[in-house]
């Protein structure tokens, strides 16, 4: 195949498939066990400093923020991210110095709230490097070349453009069409990391509403930490099986942790804290807001009860529940910032 | 000009005139913001059976207000699928996309979007989030649909980085590069009128001013030159009816405002 044009961005999470086949066959473990642990020993065990990680999840949605808050509490440092569509999760990791590399599809916004102060604040002093660019489809398409086992996937998005150069992708001539055609290469990240609605002992995980890039995603991580609103017996996996989106051999630690993706929204369950992302979009405009920040809700926080304490208690989770459930308004401070700025 | 007075707003007129492009019985890729609220305006007027793709996995939703993310609960409020990434872009892929609604920070004389960065890539002034799923959306639907806000600075004759594809360097570059054939940027639409692109050269157009925009307002605020048709026609502004949907959609006025 005629190779027409090189990305220049660092390949990272590559792997020769029978390397990594061969890494599964070691390391992968096929015994229905009890994986219960906490999110502290998780994060020791899986999370080394360097690791290439990435979260399940979209944006604010379905993210195990609980994990993150530990990541940070543990100072893990020259983590490498996984900007596949990061929000909360990476503007949090790069402001606490965890995340000095990350490959962007998109990162240092907020969506709809604007753009996030630290991170890119970050990035603009050159702390955090961002080593590739891709889109989307691009990530989510290196995950499904990984778990399918196979080195790239060909794609028809990024031809023509910057992004391409700037990514770790090639362009061939299609054998076949006589085309030119992207080809994204394979992404194995060191961890990954999931908050689902449910799922048992063992890691066996259902998810309510979208999948976004679970699927692909949990097949294609090396280790997999999977934080649960909720651990169900077996029987109940086995009743409905067809509602398995994630099967135990591919999960590495499970952790019950209640409202864990707060003050991220986890559908059918609690809606986005506005209120709590609007403080820290606030107080993240300085250094010493930041620090203050983590200082506040990280490192003075033993358990993750505690913290649901510190942001408003049953009180303001039931208000989120409300608000996910359209049965009441939902209150953004950032919004009245933003119409003022 | 309307007769009737309406006291209407800028974002208002933006997105009921973006929400009139979209047609009934078809498909749109949605991306957040005023795209969204322009697709829920389409849908509880004058396209009911629309049919809206988030890229989070949400097919043929009924959005009750306006989402925050394109991957939040409301995106997948009474769809007939809640599905994955994959899934959505694949089917874009294979050609199940009619239009792709975006936002964007530049944009140049052919249509070719930049949300990378501002300044020399490898010696960038102003970070912004990246491609997201934009260049996703500019590469593989039909027809990309793109709001905006227009000035000297905004509209340049060419962006600091392609992060989305519009028609590169002109007709035939998109094929040559290797995109799926007949896409590209469709409209264009700015706080000053709509704009698409000419047939030889796929370079900017202007098709409708805004209700009380003249050419000039136009020329001052872009820094190259738009082609302007002999007849220049002018847009519809929302109706009082309209505007209140507006507000019904988003009633916290996130994107459309107070």
Redesign the interface.
Same mark, same amino acid.
């Given at each position: 195949m005629e190779v027409l044009q090189e990305g220049k961005g660092e390949l990272i999470g590559w792997h020769d498939p029978d390397e990594n086949r061969k890494w599964i066959l070691e390391n992968k473990s096929r015994d229905l066990k009890d994986k219960r642990t906490t999110v502290r020993e998780a994060v020791e065990k899986y999370v080394k400093n360097g690791s290439f990680i990435a979260m399940g @999840?979209?944006?604010?949605?379905r993210v195990s923020m609980a994990v993150i808050y530990e990541i940070i509490r543990q100072k893990k440092r020259n983590l490498i991210f996984a900007?596949k569509?990061a929000?909360h999760d990476s503007d949090l990791l790069i402001a606490s110095d965890c995340v000095s590399k990350i490959e962007?599809?998109? %990162?240092?916004?907020h969506?709809?709230?604007g +753009?996030s102060p630290a991170s890119?604040r970050l990035?603009?002093e050159r702390k955090c490097k961002?080593i590739a660019?891709?889109?989307?489809?691009?990530y989510?398409?290196r995950f499904?070349a990984a778990m399918m086992g196979v080195p790239f996937i060909p794609? $028809?998005? =990024?031809? !023509?453009? #910057?992004?391409l150069k700037?990514s770790s992708a090639k362009?061939v001539k #299609?054998p076949f069409s006589k085309?030119?055609?992207?080809l994204v290469p394979a992404c194995y990240p060191d961890v990954v990391v999931m908050h689902v609605p449910r799922c048992d002992m063992y890691g066996n995980a259902q998810i309510d !509403?979208?999948?976004?890039?679970?699927?692909?995603l949990s097949r294609a991580g090396r280790r997999v930490i999977m934080t649960t609103e909720k651990i169900i017996d077996n029987d109940e996996i086995r009743e409905k099986p067809w509602l398995t989106v994630i099967p135990f051999f591919l999960v590495d630690a499970v952790i019950e942790v209640p409202y864990g993706s707060h003050p991220c929204?986890m559908?059918?369950k609690y809606?986005?804290d506005?209120e709590h992302i609007g403080e820290w979009l606030e107080m993240s405009r300085t250094p010493e807001g930041v620090n203050k920040y983590f200082e506040k809700y990280v490192y003075s926080v033993e358990k993750f009860e505690d913290y649901l304490e510190l942001i408003g208690g049953q009180k303001k989770l039931k208000y989120l529940e409300d608000v996910?459930h +359209?049965k009441a &308004? =939902?209150k953004?401070p950032w +919004?009245e910032r933003k119409?003022k700025r | 000009m309307a007769e009737k007075e309406t006291n209407y707003t800028q974002t208002e007129l933006l997105a009921t005139v973006a929400g009139r492009l979209l047609e009934d019985k078809k498909s749109v890729f949605v991306g957040?913001?005023l795209p969204m609220i322009a697709t829920m305006f389409a849908q509880r007027t004058h396209a009911p059976k629309l049919l809206i793709f988030f890229?989070?996995?949400?097919m043929g939703p009924q959005v009750?207000?306006l989402p925050?993310?394109?991957? #939040?609960?409301r995106?997948?409020y009474k769809a007939i699928a809640?599905?994955?990434?994959?899934d959505s872009?694949s089917l874009?892929?294979a050609g199940y996309m009619d239009y792709g609604f975006l936002g964007a920070a530049q944009i140049d004389i052919y249509g070719?979007i930049n949300t990378?960065v501002i300044g020399p890539?490898d010696n960038? &002034?102003?970070?912004?989030?990246?491609? @997201? @799923?934009?260049?996703?959306v500019g590469?593989?639907c039909q027809k990309t649909i793109v709001i905006m806000r227009q000035d000297k600075l905004r509209f340049v004759e060419k962006v600091d980085?392609?992060?989305?594809?519009g028609y590169?360097s002109g007709k035939g %570059? $998109?094929e040559?590069?290797?995109?799926?054939e007949g896409g590209g940027p469709y409209r264009i639409i700015t706080q000053l009128g709509v704009y698409g692109f000419d047939d030889k050269t796929k370079k900017m157009k202007l098709l409708f001013l805004h209700p009380g925009v003249n050419l000039e307002k136009v020329k001052e605020n872009s820094s190259f030159d738009i082609i302007i048709p002999d007849k220049i026609e002018f847009t519809t502004p929302p109706t009082e009816k309209e505007r209140k949907i507006l507000h019904e959609i988003d009633?916290?006025?996130?994107?459309i @405002?107070?």
């Open positions: @999840g979209f944006g604010h949605i900007g569509t929000v962007v599809a998109y %990162a240092f916004g969506e709809l709230r +753009l890119r990035v603009e961002v660019e891709i889109s989307n489809a691009g989510q398409w499904l794609t $028809r998005n =990024l031809l !023509g453009t #910057d992004t700037q362009v #299609d085309k030119p055609i992207c !509403g979208i999948i976004i890039e679970d699927f692909e929204n559908p059918y809606y986005f506005e996910e +359209l &308004k =939902l953004a +919004l119409r | 957040t913001g890229e989070a996995g949400s009750p207000v925050i993310s394109v991957g #939040d609960s995106t997948f809640a599905s994955s990434m994959h872009m874009t892929q070719n990378t890539y960038f &002034k102003v970070r912004l989030p990246g491609s @997201g @799923g934009a260049n996703d590469s593989l980085f392609i992060t989305t594809p590169l %570059a $998109r040559e590069a290797g995109l799926p009633p916290t006025g996130m994107a @405002g107070k």
